[in-house]
């Protein structure tokens, strides 16, 4: 079992920048997959990026992960902002074995945080 806690979250004007951050409550790096999803009320949940265990760091667009391994901590850039990146961020964790890589889907994940909320506005 795993906690994952999310902070960072807040308003920012578009074209700026956020790093959310999730602190897990044991060590996310070795064991874990770990992702990013979001969510918008009335809407699906959305992949934002993930990171497959042993990866220091990976960017997918404006998206940029990385971890502290020192203390337990996943980070999540997000540059570019748009009105559209207005949503509430999640944290996710996922058993590594079996799955040999980060999954792309929600149902692939063991463990979600309660999210923080981002939103993007003038």
């Known amino acids: 079992q795993v906690q994952l806690v999310e902070s960072g979250g807040g308003t920012v004007q578009p074209g700026g920048s956020l790093r959310l951050a999730c602190v897990g409550s044991t060590d996310i790096s070795a064991t874990y997959h770990m992702g990013w999803f979001r969510q918008v009320p009335g809407k699906e949940r959305e992949g934002v990026h993930c990171?497959?265990?042993g990866i220091s760091s990976t960017v997918k667009g404006r998206f940029a992960i990385s971890r502290d391994k020192t203390k337990n901590t996943l980070f999540l850039e997000i540059n570019a902002l748009k009105p559209e990146d207005t949503a509430r961020y999640y944290c996710?964790?996922?058993?590594?074995?079996?799955?040999?890589?980060?999954?792309?889907?929600?149902?692939?994940?063991?463990?979600w945080g309660q999210g923080t909320q981002v939103t993007v506005s003038s």
């Open positions: 990171i497959t265990r």
């Open positions: 996710v964790a996922a058993r590594a074995p079996p799955v040999t890589a980060c999954p792309s889907k929600d149902s692939g994940y063991d463990y």
